[in-house]
């Protein structure tokens, strides 16, 4: 484990004050769950945030203990030596406000109330959560960062970090990420959402943490799931083959592949919020970097800094023809821009699946800057 | 209405013979819906099949009513003067075993329980409907078959003609179908059916059919809607236009489209049977051209016919490399076989919505048969 960042521990930052939401709620106080691994330098100019993608959480790196059976979800990407090195880099990631991973969301206490939010809980946007990270990249003392990361949802925050904050950005690197989110896309989500609504023990958001609507939860999972693959990552990892407990011929009878997203659904449900699910899909489909601009021109207008695109060829949730969209207009503007698309089968989970794919073309960029 | 086959009536044939099914199960005394267009010429000659897709039905052209709001759905391909001219060809459609339009299926009454079948109903592949087919075309008096044509789960059945009776076809016509179910598709069955299953009440199949499961079914159709569109024709007609009846920020608000996919679930909850869905949605997981082959070139050399394919550009439900990999092999045993890629934007469905891209290649490829 001498290339991993080892023990790590999930640290809270409260935050007094009310942010003003998008959709002209108030929000606060805040609480934003993050990690943080290396070491911030002296002139404060290497510290690189991480964004995470939907169901994701603060914890991308090392372990909290050391029997845990799987490291942070990036901890391929991050660690001494690690393309989001270590030892030159001090990586910061923090859970989005609208999860249930510790920061601020739904199962969080109103304080007007004293109970759980629950459907009491604002919308949020992407935009919003950006807002949240920048209290906490403040809070740390760091006045500029050296670039934000992500993939997926953590693409739309490093692409809302340039938008919204031209100065306090040297980089951003979008990575299987979109300018906004396609009526496909929403349509997934959709189903996932209905899924859930149809589930008696839903409640109206009212279900008690102990009995969630796990049937109908574990079913959105499983939207979401296939939405993150392809048929050539299934067709590798499952093909047709057909369960060996069951009889092809019986009613109830499944495929692997349906077993295998029954499996990943069931325990889904044990370790994520059915509300915070569902919030953070809505910030998904809200999505639109445009937003509050006229155009999306208008909107890219405001990137000053250079940005790194990564998209999959087989990633049919958010196609490269989306980031290519907002690439192309980069490109118009004369903005810094690089653009890469990688050529692999495991559709939008590509970025946390193959990462060695782009990650020397990632690991270029930086020691660039 | 001088294109149309106008007033037309679905007729229903018995057959007190037993079905021995690919499961080992029999299935019998059979009824199969269906209806016909044009006349049947001296010799013979001159009978097409049409193959239904999923939830089809026999009423494949013209109106039951002179008010009927619409007509058969592939009106814009069979009447006097169309592709499938009734002026000179005389067109058959058929309802397949396992719905609930007509033909016998988990609505009809069990002879040995004199009560709906329900989940007593055999699994039923691809292969055991067009077994029944047959029992129709040979009670019409027709030895040979001019085409099978047919989209999507048509498709399969128009192969499975070609592969099980090749004497019994002049040529075969699978449109926008594939040599074998991927696990993407098969997954996508499985959202549906797990959005049945979870409906308390679907109780095990044995709901009463006044009280049909509708959230869960009216979910599982929509599942199965999006599969037929693409990112494209979604984008056309609905973009990312907010209901205007919610607030963006509500949390219960709704995209167009996702009212769209509402609307239609719920409608379609009405005019089929849940219990149908599933076992057509397990004929379509099921299908593998090679069943009981030893691959699927020993499959693929039992068709001696011609077969003219169409995919389309936008399928991602059964994209054109799976149709290309039974076409590839068919090329590479020398078999009198024509392919052509459409450029559509309506995925799966182009075959419904956009038939004149087609329509010229077929009429050419049945004139010169």
């Known amino acids: ?38 070491q911030l330098n002296a002139d404060r100019s290497n510290a690189i945030l991480v964004a995470q993608a939907w169901t994701g959480d603060a914890h991308a790196a090392g372990r909290h203990h050391e029997d845990d059976r799987k490291p942070g979800w990036w901890d391929n990407m991050i660690g001494p030596g690690k393309v989001l090195d270590t030892d030159r880099y001090f990586i910061i990631s923090s859970n989005v406000i ?7 969301g739904p199962t969080s206490t109103n304080p007007t109330t004293g109970r759980p939010y629950r459907l009491n809980f604002p919308v949020v946007m992407v935009r919003d959560m950006v807002r949240a990270q920048k209290l906490l990249i403040e809070r740390l003392g760091i006045d500029k960062l050296l670039s934000v990361v992500g993939g ?4 739309m925050q490093a692409l809302e970090w340039g938008i919204l904050y031209p100065e306090q950005v040297r980089s ?31 409640k109206k958001g009212n279900y008690r943490p102990e009995h969630p609507p796990a049937d109908g939860f574990a079913l959105a999972r499983a939207v979401g799931h296939i939405s993150f693959l392809s048929d050539a990552s299934m067709d590798l990892k ?4 057909f369960s060996r407990m069951d ?19 069931n325990s889904f449900v044990d370790r994520f919020d ?18 509050r601009f006229d155009s999306l021109e208008e909107a890219l207008s405001n990137l000053v ?39 692999s089968d495991y559709g939008h989970d590509s970025f946390l699946v193959e990462p060695e794919k782009f990650i020397p073309l990632l690991k270029e960029f930086l020691d660039g800057l």
Chains 1, 2 share one sequence.
């Not at 997926?152 to 693409?155: K, L, V």
């Not at 499952?238 to 083959?241: A, D, L, Q, T, V």
């Not at 910030?283 to 970097?289: G, S, T």
């Not at 998209?311 to 490109?331: G, H, M, N, R, T």
């Open 305 to 343: 800094c250079p940005s790194l695109w990564f998209a999959f060829s087989s990633d049919w949730l958010y196609p490269p023809s989306q980031p290519e969209e907002v690439v192309e207009e980069l490109q118009r503007q004369k903005k810094p821009v690089a653009y890469h698309l990688i050529e």
């Open 1 to 38: 484990m001498n290339d991993s960042v080892a023990i790590v521990t999930t640290e809270y930052a409260h935050f007094e004050t009310e942010l003003r939401l998008e959709s002209g709620r108030r929000l606060g106080p805040l609480t934003i769950a993050y990690e943080c691994y290396g």
């Open 152 to 155: 997926s949802m953590g693409a």
């Open 172 to 202: 951003i690197v979008p990575i299987a990420g979109t300018g906004r989110t396609s009526p496909m896309a929403i349509s997934l989500n959709a189903l996932a959402r209905q899924a859930i609504y149809n589930d008696p023990l839903y």
């Open 98 to 104: 609208g999860s249930c991973k510790g920061s601020t």
């Open 247 to 265: 009889g092809m011929f019986d009613f109830f009878g499944k495929f692997e592949v349906e077993r295998y997203l029954d499996y990943n659904g």
């Open 274 to 291: 059915a509300n915070s699910f569902l919030y953070l899909a809505k910030a998904l489909d809200l999505y639109d970097v445009a937003w």
């Open 238 to 241: 499952f093909s047709r083959r």
